[in-house]
């Protein structure tokens, strides 16, 4: 199939799931790098409490919040 066919299908809805391989699949600029961070003791509880009230980890909201810092 031919690119211009292929999106003529997406963009007018049709299935398109057979044609692609999921199997090699990847989202670009997604590969995961640990990172170790000291915070002082005040800034650990400030987080947990913040979390706590988003109903998230910790760990979210601190990718969150670098996230929208950086976007």
């Given at each position: 199939m ?8 997406f963009?007018d809805?049709?299935?398109?799931d ?22 002082p003791a ?6 947990d409490?913040?979390?706590q009230?988003l ?5 979210s909201l601190?990718?969150?919040?670098i996230?929208?810092r950086?976007?």
């Open positions: 031919k690119a211009h066919e292929f999106d003529t299908k963009d809805g049709d299935d398109i057979a044609q692609i391989d999921w199997s090699a699949a990847r989202r670009p600029n997604l590969e995961s790098r640990r990172v170790n961070v000291d915070f005040w800034v650990v509880e400030g987080l409490r913040q979390a009230r109903g998230v980890t910790r760990q601190i990718k969150l919040w996230a929208e950086l976007g």
